[in-house]
């Protein structure tokens, strides 16, 4: 019956994505959406709507765990859930920093100015708490060509944090095209959860595969040409979800390798000093061109073949699908 959440969480997303779009314009939390002609101005923050949905689907699970037939570790549910809520908001302050006029901001024009970024990762650490008190997942760890290493203490002290602030921050660098960051996170987390189910490993598995669910009902209203933009409210949602479900399965090593798009991400942005954007420049035949003589993203190197936005979101959503399946019939 647990599966029922699934349809809670597309449901609610769905229903009231339309009432908080009119809401968040009407509070003047919007951005512009650049890489279209007269650079229309959208509603932000898809993130609230995609974790009101998730939200919605956890609480039934929640209730039938509590009433029913309890057969999940709640401790580790709910520290996961303070987790995820932590990081949202951080990411949701992120896109309340709003100018009344369009300021320039990493090269483009926008009303969204954002936190710096040297402040986000540190206002994500403490995000990694509940999860630490809880001292969730296991401190041995496979490591490839190495074998099995017990980390110990150091596991829950030092790797969690580390990894819920890199993850977190890192599904930010990897956005701009409507669909991208909903699309990659929905593949993401839809594999990650049913890796994590199938190793027997519910608890992180549910909270990924309900994500999964809000997002697949946000992309109506993500997906090119979008009517409702993500923000950092969603980037930080997805990276939070899924660096739990990560800890919680004990899938470290799925978790690496289905999350290549996004290291090797951070890995061009730091050529720039985190200064480059994702975006590029619309051409009069509606193809994008990079900003940069030089790659400071995946998507600067997939403009190289001369494609649109929707082909640029799509040919990394099936980088990504094909990453997953690899890591799915390898580790197995």
Known sequence: MWWLGLLLAFGVTWLIAPKMMQFLRKIGLIAIDQQKPGKPRLPTSG????????????????????????????????AACNTVLIITLIGFLDDLNISKRAVRTTGIRDFR????????????????????????????M????????????????LLVPVAVV????????????NGLEAGMGLVLCFFSGLFALFRGNPEGGILALLLASSLLAF????????????????????????????????IEFFGIIVFLPWILEAFLKLRSRFRAASLGILQANGKLKSRYKSIYSLTHLVMKLGVTERQITEILISLEILLCLFAWIWLY
Request: hydrophobic content about 55%.
């Open 47 to 78: 993130g609230l709507l995609v974790a009101a949905g998730m939200l919605s689907g956890l609480f039934w699970v929640v209730a039938l765990n509590s009433f029913l037939r309890p057969w999940l570790n709640i401790s580790y549910l709910l």
């Open 113 to 140: 100015i954002g936190l710096p970024q040297w402040l986000k990762p540190l206002l994500t650490l403490p995000a990694a708490i509940p999860l630490m008190a809880v001292a969730v997942g296991e401190s041995t």
């Open 142 to 157: 496979a490591i490839p060509f190495i074998g099995k290493v017990d980390f110990g203490i150091l596991y829950p002290l």
């Open 166 to 177: 890199c993850v977190s921050n890192a599904t930010n660098m990897l956005a701009g095209m």
């Open 219 to 250: 992309l109506r209203y993500n997906w090119y040409p979008a009517r409702f933009l993500p923000g950092d409210s969603l980037t930080y949602l997805i990276g939070s979800v899924f660096v739990t479900t990560v800890i919680l399965g004990n």
